[in-house]
């Protein structure tokens, strides 16, 4: 039920009214008697999401790269799009980006379909394509300054340099720039026009382990800072790291969909409990009499299948009272690895390629 209150146009009187959403009521001003019709509107889904994505397809001759795939990203939330090479990722962003045209599908970005208004939504968008590449002889300074007065509204570029911890370079050409800088400067040059959703493809591909976390970090800066991000990705860790939703793309189709808590809720193997170098035998027979599935596997380690977690607490109960000695415990849950692998029967390289599981 809604309130509104309205004002009469003759008499100028407060009208109180109630009403569902979606409905259209009449209503007689109780002053003046002036008839009038008062309409509760249904909330808009925009207001809860950034990007609405509705039966997306592209089709090149006899290849369909995207295939009648729909989701949603929450506004403010990191959403990783996962898969890999030639799965369909980058056409699909490319096609929200407005880059490509759909073949078929419509797109909202905070509710305005981007073939009729796609003047205000650039303004509202920040993009790092895969392939990133800026003016050898700026400096990185003068790159965010070039790039920013290509759109009507800027952000400080004193703020973007010190949120991408840029100041110490800020005066290198971009030439002379590390592969992690330029991925960062790639980032910068996204925020200039001060963004409500970022787009980042492969922002992370070729770089070594420790830029590859720098960047990582810049990345969970911009939702701290209230972006919208919608990440694509190869690689499991990335999205397991910083992703709040994840969308798993194989051949052109969204084969799953979720947080990763849902992900591996939904997908995944029973987590592992493993006891390090148990000092006790009869620590088998104890668990087994509480119904748990035990297993041992050499020099006095074991492990037990735990289908929830509340199972770890009374697993840790039964060795204090029964006053078992050890030396560590490690839990191990399925990751999107195996999550991958067990939906699709292959396994991602580095390089983001395929390869299948005999």
């Keep these: 039920m809604i309130e509104k209150n309205v004002r009469c146009p003759k008499c ?33 889904m925009y207001r809860d999401y950034a990007i609405e994505v509705s039966n997306l397809k592209k089709v090149y001759s006899d290849l369909i790269a995207v295939n009648n795939i729909s989701f949603s990203v929450k506004k403010g939330e990191i959403f990783a799009f996962l898969g890999p090479n030639g799965a369909g990722k980058t056409t699909t962003v490319e096609i929200i980006e407005s ?71 800020e005066k290198m050409l971009y030439k002379n720039l590390s592969g992690g800088l330029k991925q960062r400067v790639g980032v910068a040059i996204a925020l200039v026009n001060d963004p409500d959703i970022v787009f980042l493809d492969e922002p ?9 976390r720098e960047v990582w970090k810049v990345i969970a800066g911009l939702r701290n800072r209230g972006k919208t991000v919608f990440l694509t990705t190869h690689y499991m860790e990335e999205a397991e790291y910083l992703a709040d939703h994840i969308g798993i793309i194989h051949k052109g189709i969204i ?97 983001g390629n395929e390869s299948k599981i005999h």
């Excluded at 009208?15 to 808009?44: M, Q, R, Y």
């Excluded at 591909?205 to 590859?212: Q, S, V």
């Excluded at 030396?327 to 999107?336: A, K, P």
């Design 12 to 44: 100028h009187e407060i009208v109180s009214i109630s009403g569902e959403p979606g409905v259209i009521l009449s209503v007689i001003c109780p002053k003046c008697g002036s008839h009038g019709k008062v309409t509760f509107k249904k909330p808009s």
């Design 99 to 169: 880059i490509r045209e759909p073949t078929a599908g419509n797109i909202k970005i905070f509710g305005k379909d981007i073939k009729t208004s796609f003047d205000q939504v650039k303004e509202i968008i920040g993009v790092l394509p895969q392939e990133f590449y800026s003016f050898e002889r700026l400096t990185v300074r003068e790159t965010l300054i070039y790039f920013s007065s290509l759109y009507m509204k800027h952000a400080d570029i004193d703020e973007i340099i010190k949120s991408m911890d840029l100041k110490s370079s």
């Design 204 to 212: 992370t591909t070729g770089l070594d382990p420790k830029a590859r």
């Design 255 to 351: 084969i799953a969909e979720g947080s990763l808590e849902e992900l591996v809720n939904k997908y995944g193997n029973e987590s592992i409990l493993r006891i390090k170098n148990c000092k006790s035998k009869d620590i088998i027979d104890v668990l087994k009499g509480h119904r748990f599935e035990v297993k041992t596997e050499g020099n006095g380690d074991i492990s037990i299948k735990i289908e929830y977690k509340e199972r770890i607490v009374e697993i840790l109960s039964i060795l204090k009272h029964e006053c078992i000695e050890y030396d560590t415990i490690d839990i191990q849950r399925s990751n999107l690895e195996e999550i991958f692998l067990k939906l699709t029967g292959a396994k991602l390289s580095e390089g």
